[in-house]
């Protein structure tokens, strides 16, 4: 039989209000234990509420921009009996183990350590959830660390005060290392066992076909400095690891710029249909021998070959290509042409349409600024050239080239 289970927001310390900036699943959506449901944001960090429960989502209760407190309902879940059991089962083994400590324990300080992170070592530290004198309880997330997989959240072993913190964001850390020191009750035996962080090693990805492969093998490689510093919550990250995603590079639609899950799928969908970051996922050009077909001559590239190959390229791939066809009447101005020409001959200038059209750019140019203008490097603000320099096609002896008028 089927049971709805409400999820509510847990413990989130002192903080009220805090904002949702982002809501990954949806009514009908099937989650896991521990699979991320919606992520808030403190005015410390971001941390993503977890499933307690398997189930099928059949309400949402929160939108991005909503601001929640602890107790406030997240979601609804449909439940089976059978999770419903399991559920109940661990309440169970919880309460036992309260009752199996018997007399009360005193409090004391407590060194908290990197936990088996399995064969990594040196992992950046990319967040610090907690500061000095706060109360946290157990299982709440101390920092989070990341490797060249995966983000993970470091939890509170037992509850209790923050004393002092070993380590700040942008240090390295290995398995064992002494990351805070705090206040607390250890567990009894039991519950310590059970409570032992377990490595967060992703798991190994089944087989794919070659279109889903396609993302490792054509996208950028990631810049670590510029991934660390992204605007992104675990999920994201691990995410971003998994596509091989930089997200240094890619812009976040979610509030304040955070980067979201469907911001890291539309790039990589911008990337692999050649968009953004296209320049740098081009696959490399085969090499051919091609005196295996026939008889062939080599010959060295000419300096203005050298010079326009990679500059047509650079403009194919970072431009875009518009055409735009109008008709003019130049009745008027093929009048004006032809008077001109005979003062033109005698300077040996052959006068030409072409003449009139540059002309004409230059007075467009004046007018439409905007058109003399190019996107910055960083994409945030356009650049108004103050001059005017115009190049033109010319079919010459040696090829088609094009020379440029400066200060047109």
């Not at 407590?110 to 040196?122: C, K, L, T, Y």
């Not at 600024?369 to 010319?394: I, R």
């Amino acid at each position: 039989m089927a049971e709805r289970i409400e999820i509510k927001v847990p413990d989130i310390g002192d903080f009220q209000d805090v904002e949702v900036i982002e809501v990954m699943v949806a009514k009908g959506d099937r989650v896991e234990v521990e699979d991320g449901l919606v992520t808030v944001e403190t005015d410390k960090a971001a941390m993503d509420i977890p499933a307690t429960v398997a189930g099928t989502v059949t309400e949402v209760s929160l939108q991005v921009g909503d601001k929640v407190s602890e107790g406030d309902r997240v979601l609804v879940l449909e439940t089976t009996a059978e999770q419903q059991q399991t559920l109940d089962e661990s309440a169970a083994d919880s309460d036992g183990i309260e009752k199996e400590s018997g007399k009360p324990a005193q409090p004391e300080v407590i060194e908290v350590r990197v936990p088996d992170i399995g064969d990594f070592s040196d992992v950046d530290v990319i967040e610090v959830l907690v500061q000095v004198d706060q109360e946290i309880e157990v299982e709440d997330a101390l920092l989070t660390l990341e490797t060249d997989k995966a983000a993970m959240d470091v939890p509170a072993p037992v509850g209790g005060k923050i004393l002092s913190l070993a380590i700040k964001e942008g240090d390295k850390v290995s398995e064992g290392d002494l990351l805070l020191t705090m206040l607390g009750i250890r567990a009894a035996p039991a519950a310590e066992e059970a409570a032992k962080p377990k490595a967060e090693i992703p798991p190994a990805s089944p087989p794919a076909p070659a279109p889903a492969r396609a993302p490792a093998k054509t996208l950028p490689p990631i810049d670590e400095k510029s991934f660390s510093s992204a605007h992104a919550g675990p999920s994201v990250r691990m995410l971003a690891r998994e596509l091989g995603v930089d997200l240094g590079q890619v812009k976040g639609s979610g509030l304040k710029s955070r980067i979201t899950h469907d911001d890291v799928k539309a790039w990589v969908k911008s990337v692999l249909s050649g968009g953004a970051g296209a320049r740098a996922a081009l696959p490399k050009v085969p090499e051919v021998d091609f005196a295996r077909f026939g008889e062939i001559e080599t010959k060295p590239l000419g300096r203005i070959q050298k010079i326009s190959g990679p500059r047509l390229q650079a403009a194919w791939i970072n431009l875009p290509h518009v055409f735009q066809f109008d008709e003019a009447d130049i009745t008027e101005l093929e009048q004006v042409r032809q008077d001109l020409k005979p003062v033109a001959a005698d300077k040996g200038v052959k006068l030409t349409p072409l003449a009139f059209i540059l002309r004409a750019c230059v007075l467009a140019l004046k007018e439409f600024p905007g058109f003399n203008s190019s996107l910055s490097a960083d994409g945030e603000s356009l650049v108004y050239k103050k001059y005017c320099h115009l190049g033109f096609a010319a079919d010459t002896p040696n090829g088609l080239m094009v020379p440029v008028i400066r200060d047109a």
